[in-house]
């Protein structure tokens, strides 16, 4: 399975645009198998709770989805849950509380459990965004609890993924780290939700099948060739993301102030992308 | 002068407490030069918008406040400053953007410029817990700033201090890093805004009159009897100095969940805050 | 390729013992394709230039082999790479200078410029050992020069490996990460150079061997199984590696003091090493 | 007490230069108390074995000295040991093992207490070279032993002197970090042992001088005023050093090569260096 995290498009004052976020969900849901909402490229933590769930609102995917929580506190968090719950989505996606996190000792697996007897629920390690450790120990004795489905690992540290692969069972585990996509494959990941997807839907589910099928020459092929995509991506962010989204002609808006609307890859991204366009892969 | 970052109290079940804090506040505020709410123990992260306003009417100082101020966008903060404003803050305390760090690039002076423009400030680097870097250059450029009146510094990164006392003129330093205060006052800061503080307010203003009196023996001695409060209190963070509070007959509450009500270092401290209070040091 | 950093045998005392030395390299020979003297496991870095001239003279592989040269400065670094090159080394096998790497500066590129004039070499990213990044654009530039043949990357970063199978050409890149093997093959290495091949070397070649064939689930099945030997002997390092030799009954000896003969994962270690042993995979 | 690590001198091919190595100690040595040579800027890790006995021989101080012991194992620390016990060095200053870090484990502690039993000794904690830490706990272990006499901390966390200010008695504190030098003493350190001593010997004195006798805005005043010395000179390292020695006239000398000769930081270093020299600063 290929997820995009979509982008939450603002307008130029920074004002969350429902419209042109539901136009962006509609134009790139048919090109993938579901949607990450509010994830690592979604700016949740960029809204307040009431635009958050207006946001939501505005949206009715027909394809499975997910919707990051990227909270501080577990009485902050039960409000996020219960607007995606009411959105019907799929799972949460939730990263660990992190101003504090140095104090948070067994909270950490508190939060989680309190979380899971909710709704169910993915792990969201991505700790380029909240610098904090999603501990192995902690991952391991958190897949025991039937509502934890799995992982969106985005650290890019496949080390954590050969211990997935190695030691746990009925886990799902997810790559959000597009550079070493094939690696995360064969360590056992079920499929990536990746920000470079947003910009080559085809491409990533054509190495997934590829790899799926056995053609190993043509997945490393297909990983090659995206490198580029992913790398400066993992490296831009959400200002590059927007950007080339709005070069393609889609409406993802600007990052919300005081992120840039323009990055400072974007010369080195532009030829990576109309590249990429040339041969069709762009949506 | 000494300030304290005041607890925002929770009751067990994470409610926000605001008689609690308005009776807290009343309690510190005659032992100290002016209070810091909702900064780096005052959970200004756990609260939603509303809370966080709610409390702030509740509480009524005198002397001069701050309030802290750790948005993550530019429209999150000018509602966190506009209710700073209207509560009669002397300054805000404001931390980077964070969640994005990497790509905010020039968006880091931006920001600060933007709020300065609307009501004075103090930068606020405390990476322990925003896990991002203020760079020197930065608070550099933006000492030139007319409303940028100084930095609180918790970092403990002592070359930072003798950066800003060589170089930077008009521009009050505050450390918010107890063990090392004596450190911090030789090296140009003009006060502290100390966790510490909540629990020996009267002791760390001795150690920097000691200090502006030139009575250097007096300094280091209590800088050496103080370093074990500072020095637990900085690694047990929030739940520490609620326990602590508590146990003195504060009304500081209960960390919100899911952080612990009772933290692992509490054996450690008990002695430290006993042999303080002993010496009629305590609130 | 398969290739076992051989460790180099010290008694009890701490004497280089190099019968022993011998006796271990020709026992490991048959097994695998390769050796690696005085690298990653080979504690070059504990012996006098004398002591490391004679373990190598002690040796007489027949099959290709590397030595590692892991000095601090270009004069040092000539003369182990003369010592090697008498010994019939293939290549050496170069860490950057690091105890003062901060000022070294153009000075990475000029060193291995200069020891590629004289022998051909590989470069040797093991930051966990060394502490020093070696940055792609080194990598890079230095995979121009034609007596730079490749890599052997250690650190585990797959974004690493990535970068390699996507920009470089007839730069052959060796893994020493032994709990990520399967997704450095996936990402284009040719091979592994793996404290955990002087265990396995049978299980790590049949690995190899079911790759380059595409029986992708046997390769997968094999990564799952050698997860826990390599995962552990990362964190164990020389001393773990030394004990289990022992165990086993090979000459290996013990480390050099003061590192520890006997190491604290042994209790762990013990039940995986048996496990493999009971399989005949261990020499 | 003030002490410089003395530079090695290398000529432009990277020879040892013993007569340039008498001649520069024997022009520092009057303008300070000591002398340390093989220390954090002396380049013994540069040097065989051989080399750094002649260069020992070749120095005849009359004032106290220490010499630097940055190596790997037991076996080779006695070696160098023996050669400054020889030399009459009053003692050594010891970083500890550093390549295989991850596994010393206790072997930490054996080492300096097997170095302790044969010379008097000074820790030497200087993570930016040896990139490995010395932990406080193991600091606390070692200055019970009556031959461990102190410690020379370069770190620059000002943290690490509070606790032995606090908790540590009879053990000698010299700080190696320039950019907080009166910060250090005001947490107890009795003196620095400063790269920035090599260009500046009578300012650090007069500075230690003021703090002693209580003259705290004249120590602050030259604190301020020597700031970007040590803050340079610890950024451009043994490079810079070498090269501001040579300016002065003083036959410091080369770095070993492939360190470069001149460094980047030059052009900004060179009006701090001029500034200094006017007020007649420099040796």
Redesign the interface.
Known sequence: MILPPIPTPFDRQ??LDTAAFRELAEALEPLVDGLLIYGSNG?G??L??EERARGLRALSPRKPFLVGL?E?????AE?ALQEAKEAGALAVLATP????H???????L??YR?LAEKIPLFLYHVP?????DLPLAAVEALAQHPQVLGIKDSG????R???Y???LRDFRVYTG?A??F???????AEGGILAAANLAPRAYRALLEAFRA?R?EE??AL???L??LG?LLA??????LKQALRHLGLPAGY??????GE??LWREFLPVLENLRELGGTP
């Open positions: 920074g004002r700016e933590v960029h307040t709770p990227m501080e506190s577990l009485p902050q409000r509380p992190r101003y504090y140095g104090s948070l000792g067994e909270g950490l508190a939060y309190a380029q965004n909240t610098k904090v890019g540290d496949m080390a993924l050969a211990f692969q190695a030691h780290h550079p070493t094939l690696a995360a494959l064969a360590l056992g056995g190993l997945a490393q990983q090659k060739r490198f580029p790398d490296r831009g962010g959400v200002p590059l990052p919300r102030p005081p992120y840039p990055s400072p």
